[in-house]
């Protein structure tokens, strides 16, 4: 039995200095990744506090550099890449909407960021797949009169 073919996402190369926050992300990520999904959803709750919604371009950049740091999260992780991705969003200062979801025929799950309401990075449509989880920017608190 052979493997399916698989083709690398392009990936850039980032300078030596550039590399130390995605590679604390991708590492923050890897134990958030194996958690039941409830506390997962609870950690990144607590994470996105005091973050600004972060722009398409920021969610893409951080999703870049990830990728970049990472092999496994540039080709099958997409729980671990989203996660990380989020957490390089929030040592930024941002919080992208972080989504986990599924699609039906055939079942398959995937985990992904959005930003200024589009998927970001990823090569499926929008609403390919039905989100169960979502993890979104946290309203900015309404000043008191």
């Not at 083709?7 to 991708?26: D, I, K």
């Amino acid at each position: 039995m052979t493997s399916p073919p698989c083709a690398l996402p392009p990936r850039v190369r980032l300078p030596l200095h550039r590399r130390v926050l995605p590679l604390t992300a991708v590492a923050i990520a890897l134990p958030l990744a194996k958690l039941p999904p409830r506390y997962l959803r609870a950690v990144l709750e607590v994470l996105r506090v005091g973050a600004r919604p972060g722009s398409a371009a920021q969610a893409s950049a951080a999703r870049a550099a990830v990728v970049a740091v990472s092999l496994h999260c540039a080709v099958h992780n997409c729980l671990q890449r989203s996660i990380a991705a989020a957490v390089l969003c929030r040592f930024r200062g941002v919080w992208p909407t972080w989504q986990t979801g599924v699609r039906t025929t055939p079942f398959a799950a995937h985990a992904w960021i959005e930003a200024d309401g589009q998927v970001i990075d990823e090569p499926y449509p929008d609403g390919y797949y039905r989100p169960l989880l979502t993890v979104a920017p946290r309203p900015p608190k309404r000043a008191a009169r």
